[in-house]
């Protein structure tokens, strides 16, 4: 198997699907000539042409809404957004009309779009450049919420949401594009709502996605050296979320730690640990710990951007503490 | 009129008490005079007597739990369908069946009542994460038999002891290990005696004592004094000796605390009484100007009400010498760990046939080996030592103990 980077992942899974289907296409802001804000489609206007990769204009509302209408009319859109940040200009086309449409008209037509974006902190771009959203979108019935943590899974979970004949927002990480791993030389696909089992582990079940995955596998290494197992579980996909293999794990463990790097009131860590708490309240031997990002704009200055996200030593904290220690 | 009842302090020391019993329930008649409850301190236990007539009412006090001194455990009120006060002057916490006519809450007492609850947690209420609690229920294990070693005491799995067909020693009807926190006067026991042992420089004088005069002069005087019903036992004659012996040493009749010694001349003897839950020392007074009968009336007397629970904390207050005495059991001789912060204990051994050499031709004798533990920091060894001889040689020379009672 080759290694590749995030970047160049999500770059071949764009471009294997628009040589399989003429009908995905692309548009974005600076995502044709200039190859993309974090150069992701660098390369495939050359390859394509301009008919299907296209710059658009500074209008996320505009991007969103002609994805919808393309989508509608028989095309396969994936449009970018620079910034997830920027969602909020089109989240009355995301939320009023790309998810509700196919279910207001009786199921007669179908939204093949994908909104593929990036968020979250490390680059200290500031509060405006640096938020993690999921859990707005993860309140929208009609959506499904894409979040890959490798190459890996970025590459096989885009090809499966360009096939997805429902919306779905595709949010990549900024501090991931050039982190590398092994992707196979043929083609593969990752099924939308099926989580993956990073890491096996007796003692603690540790749920994180994205960046915090990373980091939660080394803070799962740092464990061990301790003499604690823990199990490393990526939803992948949080909107639908596979409760059944994080279940499962936490019926094993007895134990969960959820991480992730969005603001801990109302975020996805709280959606994942009362599902938890649904299913498996007579398994837990502790209560499940959220550990999230500080209820904060994210601050510029380098050390205190660090602070406001779940590092590495904090994982490995919070999970002796779940376990007592 | 609402009387409220509240924890009893019981002598100086006592800051808590566990209520152990009620002797009425909710709503029951109360006359005054009446046994009400009982509270259990570190040293026995108490009957308290309802202090006004009434109905019981409101009560707050669990059985079970331990509550600090002068805090309201319940009401007496003169009928049923009198106002009780607010459950937040209530000066109790943590009880959600509280029979108090509770009317919306005022905000003051709204904000307070989480505090209070952070700091109390209600004795009846047992912390156990869910799994541990499946666990119990599929092992038939008592949760409020477990100790907790999870954050703030919670039982987690771990705790719950594996049982019958998970049990390593399966096949076999084992009885899984019961855990279950020290009681008061366990922990009483636990805290003084480690103290002791661990900062006292014990030494210790063993002697054995001849008792070859002494028995026929105890069965002489029981069958006399059998018309009085007095029986006098040897550990009374002990307790005598004792405390002639302490009085002609009173290094030895001495109380060491903060690096002042105290030496007493009147003699105060703790005597040594286990009970099932716990030693208790009731203390026999004055016991160098007793004489050996009115010892062994107080002795018994004392020894009775330890066995009954009803040693008041006076009963057991102002020893200066203690005597523990396992006669009574086929034990030949031991050492006793000395009661702080008197300096000196007898350990007193079964009275035995021996064989013994008097000159030179062999006899049989009664012989009583006695164990003095002092602290070295108070007296020496030579002092230790010859204590130890006057109290031998009151035993072995008995009508000494009985002068100035004729």
């Known amino acids: ?325 | 009129m609402i009387h409220p009842i509240i924890m009893p302090k019981l002598g100086e020391t006592m800051e808590e008490g566990t209520l152990t019993k009620w002797f009425k329930k909710e709503g029951e008649k109360v006359v005054k005079g009446e046994p009400l409850f009982e509270v259990t301190t570190d040293k026995a236990s108490f009957e308290q007597e309802a202090t006004a007539s009434g109905f019981l009412r409101g009560v707050i006090g669990q059985v079970g739990q331990t509550i600090r001194v002068t805090e309201t455990i319940g009401y007496i009120a003169d009928a049923m369908d009198e106002k009780l006060p607010d459950a937040a002057d209530a000066r109790s916490e943590g009880h959600g069946q509280t029979a108090v006519a509770t009317p919306a809450p005022r905000p003051s007492a709204a904000a307070a009542e989480p505090q209070r609850m952070s700091t109390v947690v209600p004795s009846g209420r047992v912390k156990a994460s869910p799994l541990a609690r499946k666990l119990a229920a599929q092992r038939g294990v008592d949760l409020t038999s477990l100790r907790g070693s999870g954050p703030g005491g919670r039982i987690v799995a771990a705790d719950v002891p594996l049982v019958g067909a998970e049990s390593p020693a399966a096949g076999r009807a084992s009885r899984s290990p019961e855990s279950k926190p020290l009681s008061g006067i366990r922990k009483t026991i636990a805290a003084r005696l480690a103290h002791s042992k661990q900062t006292i420089p014990h030494f210790y004088l063993q002697t054995a004592i001849n008792m070859q005069r002494i028995v026929p002069v105890r069965e002489h005087l029981n069958a006399k004094l059998a018309a009085k019903g007095v029986k006098v036992t040897f550990n009374d004659l002990i307790v005598k000796a004792a405390a002639l012996a302490l009085e002609r040493y009173p290094g030895m009749n001495a109380l060491l605390e903060d690096d002042v010694l105290t030496t007493h001349y009147d003699v105060h003897i703790g005597i040594a009484v286990s009970l099932e839950e716990g030693l208790v020392v009731p203390v026999i007074r004055h016991a160098n100007r007793k004489d050996v009968v009115a010892i062994a009336r107080e002795s018994r007397a004392l020894i009775e009400k330890a066995h009954a629970g009803r040693l008041t904390p006076d009963d057991m207050a102002g020893g200066t010498f203690t005597i523990s005495n396992l006669g009574m059991f086929a034990i030949e001789s031991f050492q006793a760990i000395i009661n702080p912060p008197q300096v000196g204990i007898l350990a007193i051994g079964t009275v035995t046939e021996t064989v013994v050499s008097v000159g030179g031709a062999m006899d049989s004798v009664p012989v009583m080996k006695v164990n003095l533990s002092a602290d070295h920091r108070a007296v020496d060894g030579a002092y230790g030592a010859k204590f130890l001889m006057e109290f031998k040689d009151l035993l072995e020379n008995p009508y000494q103990l009985f002068a100035g009672m004729l």
């Not at chain 1, 490390?122 to 009609?142: D, K, V």
Request: glycine share 8%; hydrophobic share 40%; charged share 25%.
């Open chain 1, 1 to 325: 198997m080759k290694e590749i980077t995030y970047w160049k992942a999500i770059n071949e899974a764009l471009a294997e699907e628009m040589t399989r289907d003429e009908s995905v296409v692309l548009m974005g802001e600076d995502i044709a000539v200039y190859g993309g804000a974090y150069a992701v489609t660098r390369g495939l206007y050359e390859k394509f042409g301009g008919e299907r990769v296209r710059d658009t204009a500074i209008s996320e509302a505009a991007i969103v809404g002609a994805g919808l209408g393309a989508a509608l009319t028989g095309l396969r859109p994936v449009v970018e957004i620079m910034y997830v940040d920027f969602m909020g200009i089109a989240m009355d086309q995301l939320n009023n009309q790309v998810a509700k449409i196919r279910y207001m008209f009786g199921g007669k037509c179908t939204v093949p779009l994908v909104i593929r974006t990036e968020g979250g902190a490390g680059r200290t771009l500031g509060a405006h450049h640096s938020q993690s959203l999921e859990a707005w979108f993860m309140h929208i019935p009609g959506i499904k919420v894409v979040m890959p943590s490798t190459p890996y899974d970025a590459k096989g979970l885009l090809k499966s949401a360009i096939r997805e004949d429902n919306p779905i927002m595709f949010i990549e990480h900024k501090m991931l594009y050039n982190t590398k791993g092994a992707v196979p030389e043929e083609e593969y696909t990752i099924p939308i709502g099926v989580a993956d089992v990073k890491r096996t582990g007796t003692d603690i079940t540790i749920v994180a996605y994205s960046r915090s995955l990373l980091r939660s596998l080394e803070a799962a290494k740092e464990l061990e050296k301790e003499g604690i197992s823990a199990e490393v579980v990526d939803p992948r996909t949080l909107l639908p979320l596979d409760i059944d293999t994080i279940a499962t794990s936490v019926r094993k463990t007895h134990r969960v730690l959820t991480v992730s790097e969005d603001c801990k009131t109302g975020g996805a860590g709280a959606e994942i640990s009362m599902q938890i708490i649904e299913r498996c309240f007579d398994d837990l031997d502790a209560p499940p710990v959220r550990l999230a990002g500080a209820d904060v704009p994210m601050p510029k200055a380098p050390n205190l951007e660090a602070m406001a996200i779940p590092s590495t030593e904090d994982i490995v904290r919070e999970a002796k503490a779940v376990l007592g220690k």
